[in-house]
């Protein structure tokens, strides 16, 4: 079935650095990827969606020059998240709507746990 | 008002009991829905797709009821092993076809 590749699990960096997370659509391919957060206890959360060839589209309240989203091929989306600060500590994780069989789904990474120090 | 609403929980159970979450969704243009698991600390895997006619896998067992905006997931015969977070998913409405998340319901099986 469709797999998305996520990279890496788990980070810890210092405040004011950038974080790069990787989603690879490993045998399909995704023209949208959708970007969540999570914090402990709280349902997952749009941040972002974005679109292999174009600017990505933020939800509210998402700074888009702090959460950099690069959809440069059909198979790679990357969130950068710039001068993290601790309270961007959470739980990052992708998502591409996927074709399996007859299914029509959404395959999640496997999740990305930022820990800003 | 938040556009998918769970009872958190969390529900307690002991092995073999029968067990249902409700959820709510705020958004009539809403047009797909979900039942996703999620363990802790790992991403969301999805249990089972919701349809208007019911939709039955095993010991689980969906409804919706688009007149009322409410969908259901039953749990017959729990085991150990269903002990998770069960995310109520719906998609379509505002947000285009991204996915909308309930802060899901915990469910605990007991020996």
């Known amino acids: 079935g469709a797999v998305v590749s996520q990279h890496p699990s788990r980070v810890i960096c210092k405040s004011g650095t950038s974080v790069k997370i990787e989603c690879r659509s490993l045998?399909?391919?995704?023209?949208?990827m959708f970007w969540y957060r999570q914090f402990p206890k709280k349902s997952l959360m749009l941040m972002a969606t974005s679109n292999e060839g174009s600017k990505a589209t933020y939800e509210q309240g998402v700074e888009k020059d702090k959460f950099l989203i690069n959809h440069a091929s059909l198979t790679l989306s990357t969130l950068t998240v710039t001068s993290a600060h601790p309270e961007d500590s959470s739980f990052y994780i992708c998502?591409?709507?996927?074709?399996?069989?007859?299914?029509?789904?959404?395959?999640f990474g496997s999740g990305t746990r930022l820990t800003v120090v | 008002r938040k556009e998918v609403e769970q009872d958190p929980g969390p529900f307690n159970v002991p092995e073999g009991a029968t067990v249902a979450f409700n959820c709510t969704y705020s958004n009539s243009a809403s047009q797909s829905f979900f039942w996703y698991r999620q363990d802790c600390r790992k991403e969301p895997k999805l249990l089972m797709s919701v349809y208007s006619s019911g939709n039955e896998d095993g010991r689980f067992t969906a409804q919706l009821n688009r007149a009322s905006q409410y969908i259901s997931l039953l749990i017959r015969d729990s085991k150990l092993s269903d002990s998770a977070t069960y995310l109520c998913?719906?998609?379509?409405?505002?947000?285009?076809?991204?996915?909308?998340f309930g802060k899901g319901t915990s469910l605990l099986v007991t020996p």
């Open positions: 998502s591409a709507p996927s074709i399996t069989g007859k299914n029509y789904g959404y395959t």
């Open positions: 998913v719906v998609n379509g409405g505002n947000s285009g076809y991204a996915l909308n």
């Open positions: 045998d399909f391919q995704a023209t949208t």
